[in-house]
Structures are given as C-alpha cells and as structure tokens.
C-alpha cells in the first residue's frame, strides 16, 4: 500500500493529516506522540481485530496454566516436564510492565526456552506449536483489546494440590519444603544479610542444603528426573537467589554465598 493511496489517516491537532508510511504493517502503525516530559516519541498502535500468530506475547513471557487446562495435560499436548512451579514469596515477571513482583499465590507455568521468556512452545517459523490446543490463558488473551487484565487467577490457577493431592508422599514433601524452606523466611534472612547479619549466611546455606535434599531424595526413592522436579518443588535456591539479590555458588560440599551490589 503506498502512501498516496493508504486508507488509513488520522487527523492530528494542528490539522495535518497522518497516513501510514509503507514500512508499517497492515494493523500496526507509529505515530508521533509525547512522552510526560513533553519529549517526543514514536507510539505505536495497533488495529488488529484477531490473533495473527505473530508471537510478540509468546516472546514476552509464557502463560499461567489454569484448572481449565487440565484436559491438555490429560492428552499430553503439555507434559510435566514443560511446566514449573513459582511457589509462593517467588518473584515472577510481569509480562505487562516487565516489573519484577513478589506473587502471593503458587503458579504453575510453561517453562521458557532457556536464557529467555520466550514459550517453549514457540517456534520462530512456525508460531504457537499447539496453537489449537493452547492454554486458556494465550485464548484469552487479546492484544488489540484493552480488556487484557486476567481476572479471578486464585481460584482459577492450576496448583500442585490438583495434581498431586492424592499422592501422599509428594504431598508430605511439598509440606516439609515449604515448613523448612518457605521463600518469605528467605526473603526476610536475605533483607537481614544485606544489613551486615553475617550469621544469616548459615541459615541460608541451611535452606539451601534441605532443599537439595529433597530434590535427590525424590529423584533416588521415586525416580523423578531433573526436569520435572521444577513442577514438583519449584526452582532451586541456586536457581532463583539472582532474583532476590544473592549469588550462590557451590564449591564442592560448601557454598559460596555473595549479595548483588545494588547500583547506586
Ligand atoms: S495475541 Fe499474541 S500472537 Fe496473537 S496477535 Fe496478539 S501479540 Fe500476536
Ligand atoms: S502456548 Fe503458544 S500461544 Fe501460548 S505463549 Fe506459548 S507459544 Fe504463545
């Protein structure tokens, strides 16, 4: 579509017209909009009125599973070994400001491809993979809307309890993890670290070694592989310490803990 001939135009204050330059897509273009400070910047909008598969939310992070999903776990569209759990206290991304929050609840999520946010689920050439069988969350979700907010998530999320609730053994060590190693106490002996209580190292070294040990307990009595372990009792310690401004390196036997310096 050339710019004589676009369709498409906006009448701007000072009464010039606006028209779509050739690079812009069919339902996306840019136009020049004001930040706060009165800067100007390019905005883009969109006019999309369906999903084109174009992945952008796939890229940005990977969806929440709820109850409703289950038949796609049943089916094997999405396996144990693609999901994981965020336990509660744990920091998740939030795909709308890309902040980092704390979340109060359990989630269960696709995994990303690793080093990223992106769905395991995309593929560069080919988009969604299950696309007909995608999560209720990637259905629900509409870019061009401005209804994007998910709402009611604490009844409706998918949580260990759904699928591990009768069986007993999981259960008792999802209970123990959480007894032993809850993330707010984490939290809270991080926060204290950062103020010079250096006797909180060893607590935290405590955490991590119980944690550790649940893991292999699990993997030797019930042969539960590395991959699905994530699902069953979160990331590890030395998994997710980055995201609460600690590094944890493991030396052997002994670990080697450091805070982030926070930039100034
Ligand atoms: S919903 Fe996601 S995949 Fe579909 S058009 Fe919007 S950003 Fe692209
Ligand atoms: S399941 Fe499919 S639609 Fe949903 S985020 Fe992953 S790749 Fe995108």
Same mark, same amino acid.
């Given at each position: 579509?050339?710019?004589?001939?676009? +369709?498409?135009?906006?009448?701007?204050?000072?009464? %010039?017209?606006?028209?779509?330059?050739?690079?812009? %897509? @069919?339902? %996306?273009?840019?136009?020049? !909009?004001?930040?706060?400070? &009165? +800067?100007?910047? @390019?905005?883009?909008?969109?006019?999309? @009125? $369906?999903?084109?598969?174009? &992945?952008?939310?796939?890229?940005?992070?990977?969806?929440?599973?709820?109850?409703? #999903?289950? /038949?796609?776990?049943?089916?094997?569209?999405?396996?144990?070994?693609?999901?994981?759990?965020?336990?509660? !206290?744990?920091?998740?991304?939030?795909?709308?400001?890309?902040?980092?929050?704390?979340?109060?609840?359990?989630?269960?999520?696709? @995994?990303?491809?690793?080093?990223?946010?992106?769905?395991?689920?995309?593929? /560069?050439?080919?988009?969604?993979?299950?696309?007909? +069988?995608?999560?209720?969350?990637?259905?629900?979700?509409?870019?061009?809307?401005?209804?994007?907010?998910?709402?009611?998530?604490?009844?409706?999320?998918?949580?260990?309890? $759904?699928?591990? !609730?009768?069986?007993?053994? =999981?259960?008792?060590?999802?209970?123990?993890?959480?007894? +032993?190693?809850?993330?707010?106490?984490?939290?809270?002996?991080?926060?204290?670290?950062?103020?010079?209580?250096?006797?909180? %190292? *060893?607590?935290?070294?405590?955490?991590?070694?119980? *944690? =550790?040990?649940?893991?292999?307990?699990?993997?030797?009595?019930?042969?539960?592989? $590395? $991959?699905?372990? /994530?699902?069953?009792?979160?990331?590890?310690?030395? #998994?997710?310490?980055?995201?609460?401004?600690?590094?944890?390196?493991?030396?052997?036997?002994?670990?080697?803990?450091?805070?982030?310096?926070?930039?100034?």
């Amino acid at each position: 579509m050339s710019e004589e001939n676009s +369709k498409f135009e906006i009448l701007l204050p000072d009464g %010039t017209v606006y028209r779509p330059e050739k690079k812009e %897509t @069919k339902n %996306t273009h840019y136009i020049t !909009g004001y930040d706060p400070d &009165g +800067k100007s910047k @390019k905005m883009k909008f969109s006019t999309k @009125k $369906d999903c084109e598969r174009c &992945g952008e939310c796939c890229r940005r992070d990977t969806p929440i599973i709820l109850k409703e #999903d289950m /038949p796609l776990l049943i089916e094997g569209i999405i396996s144990e070994r693609d999901i994981y759990t965020i336990r509660e !206290g744990e920091t998740i991304r939030s795909s709308i400001d890309g902040e980092i929050y704390y979340t109060s609840m359990e989630l269960i999520k696709i @995994k990303p491809i690793f080093g990223t946010y992106t769905c395991l689920f995309y593929d /560069p050439e080919e988009g969604c993979t299950i696309y007909e +069988k995608r999560p209720s969350v990637c259905r629900i979700y509409e870019c061009w809307s401005q209804n994007i907010t998910l709402t009611g998530i604490e009844r409706s999320r998918l949580t260990r309890s $759904d699928l591990f !609730g009768k069986i007993e053994l =999981l259960k008792e060590v999802i209970k123990k993890q959480e007894e +032993k190693c809850s993330l707010y106490r984490f939290q809270d002996l991080i926060e204290e670290l950062k103020k010079d209580k250096s006797e909180n %190292t *060893d607590k935290i070294a405590e955490m991590i070694l119980y *944690d =550790l040990y649940l893991r292999d307990w699990l993997k030797e009595k019930l042969s539960i592989s $590395d $991959d699905v372990l /994530p699902l069953i009792l979160g990331r590890s310690f030395l #998994d997710i310490a980055p995201f609460f401004g600690l590094i944890i390196e493991r030396e052997g036997e002994n670990f080697v803990i450091k805070v982030i310096e926070e930039e100034e």
